[in-house]
């Protein structure tokens, strides 16, 4: 998760139409920073129920880490404002003060050739579209592969240190992993382990 471009301040810009506030969504990977001259960062949200993914957006002032509201694997009651655009994930949540819980995960929505489907529909509306985020049972194959439970593999891109952490913990069965696919190959970000995610990006 990458990207060469500085957006201006979130408050600055008009409140989006948004999701409905009782919603509940839960924190898929971990803040990855924006390439740029301050401090940024991404964080994906998964909507458990609308199973819509928000991107939220972190700055902070030159020469500091930014601070992200929720941390990686909980759970939180807010809906979000999305950004004008039919592909566009980019959102500022509801109820930013929601408190963070750690609950059981959600159960993996997806599969590769859903992946697959999606990524080419959101492409075709909009060409800007480059990384989907998914949540799916995986297990590590051979050649830096991720097979899914229709026995459907990818390539994936990770450091030898966190490739060896995965296989770790999945220990050779399917494990609930949250990754990006570019349209060329997966970037993990982050897998269950006990009920707890681990960052992997």
């Avoid at 803040?31 to 700055?59: C, D, M, Q």
Wanted: proline share 10%; with cysteine; net charge positive.
């Amino acid at each position: 998760m990458q990207g060469g471009m500085i957006w201006p301040s979130v408050w600055s810009t008009p409140k989006p139409p948004g999701s409905p506030a009782g919603s509940a969504a839960f924190v898929t990977s971990p803040p990855s920073p924006l390439v740029g001259k301050h401090p940024s960062s991404i964080t994906w949200h998964f909507g458990i129920k609308s199973g819509r993914w928000a991107k939220t957006l972190k700055f902070g002032a030159q020469g500091q880490k930014t601070l992200e509201t929720w941390s990686l694997g909980t759970t939180v009651k807010t809906g979000f404002h999305f950004y004008p655009g039919i592909t566009n994930p980019r959102a500022l949540p509801a109820n930013e003060g929601a408190i963070p819980k750690y609950e059981t995960p959600p159960t993996a929505p997806h599969t590769f050739a859903s992946l697959l489907a999606n990524y080419a529909t959101l492409r075709s509306q909009s060409p800007w579209h480059r990384h989907q985020p998914f949540l799916a049972l995986l297990t590590p194959g051979e050649n830096n592969t991720l097979i899914d439970q229709e026995g459907m593999s990818l390539p994936y891109r990770s450091s030898n240190a966190k490739t060896l952490i995965y296989q770790s913990l999945s220990g050779g069965h399917p494990i609930l992993t949250c990754a990006e696919w570019d349209g060329h190959s997966l970037t993990l970000l982050s897998a269950a382990s006990d009920e707890q995610f681990i960052n992997l990006s």
